[in-house]
């Protein structure tokens, strides 16, 4: 009688031990089920150090200026004081080779010596990182591009409302930026799209829900995207030496300006103006500087 009660409590333990084994299980397939829907999943983030203002600093081996503050409009701190914001460290916003600019078509100069913009863009996670001036989407490492024979790599890209550069006065509602690092030199080169309202933007709607409202708000989920979705059919470009745009306005960017538009909604425009407001700086003084395009 006694072996029978053993085996009967032995055998309820183990039952009971699988129920807990397969609730454990449970458990976890729901949070991680949560996570990927709420965008709380964990992996190292890079958005602090791929700011363009870390970049800056990584180039002049300077201590980071993050701390400072800048705005936009007519702000006590916005971009007509930049240069004497932050002790002196942003003074290059007072620079001759400054950023943005306004394109006028009938002064550019063709060049039959510019190469095309060739990418070699992989797949990456998704990181969006409100800093406060902008969404920041940080790209996985891996992906690439040649700009006119100069091998970058890409590592960020964000954007501005309404687009900091024009085209003969034109401002466009939305611009992107492409931030790309050349490797050896640690010098920028930047790739601006134009957006124009009209047809609702495929890659746009995914992440439209989960934009973070607030300055340092962070969506990150493990579901994979391509930023060449993203781009235009035709690449051709207007390229010139240039800045940031933003402090510490470092001269250290050749630009590539996109022709070719893409189009977002009236709707997706909206949202990213209504978190990152008008977050563009105004044109500045070309300063004897040539824009070219391929001819």
């Not at 989920?221 to 800045?243: A, H, I, Q």
Request: glycine share 6%.
């Amino acid at each position: 009688m006694k072996n029978t009660n053993l085996t009967v409590s032995t055998n309820r333990h183990v039952k009971i031990s699988i129920l807990v084994a397969l609730l454990f299980l449970s458990l976890s397939l729901l949070i991680s089920c949560n996570n990927e829907e709420v965008g709380i999943e964990t992996f190292e983030s890079n958005a602090i150090s791929t700011s363009e203002m870390e970049l800056a600093s990584s180039y002049f081996g300077k201590a980071s200026a993050s701390d400072c503050n800048f705005e936009y409009g007519d702000d006590p701190q916005g971009p007509e004081f930049w240069s004497t914001l932050c002790n002196g460290a942003w003074v290059d916003c007072a620079g001759n080779v400054q950023s943005p600019i306004n394109i006028i078509t009938d002064s550019v100069i063709e060049d039959g010596d510019i190469n095309n913009i060739n990418i070699n863009y992989t797949e990456s996670k998704t990181d969006i990182f409100n800093n406060g001036h902008t969404l920041q989407f940080t790209y996985d490492q891996g992906s690439s591009a040649s700009l006119n024979n100069i091998d970058y790599d890409l590592i960020q890209f964000h954007f501005h409302t309404g687009s900091e550069h024009t085209i003969n006065g034109k401002q466009y509602p939305m611009e992107m930026h492409l931030v790309h690092q050349d490797p050896i030199t640690k010098l920028l080169g930047v790739v601006g799209i134009f957006f124009e309202e009209g047809k609702k933007n495929e890659v746009l709607s995914k992440y439209l829900s989960v934009l973070p409202k607030e300055e340092g708000g962070q969506y990150v989920s493990r579901s994979k995207f391509k930023v060449e979705d993203l781009l235009p059919g035709n690449m051709e470009f207007y390229t010139y030496d240039g800045s940031l745009t933003t402090p510490g306005c470092s001269e250290i960017v050749t630009w590539y300006v996109v022709k070719e538009s893409i189009t977002a909604s009236a709707e997706q425009l909206s949202r990213f103006e209504s978190i990152m407001h008008k977050n563009y700086r105004p044109v500045q003084d070309l300063n004897g500087r040539t824009v070219r395009t391929k001819s």
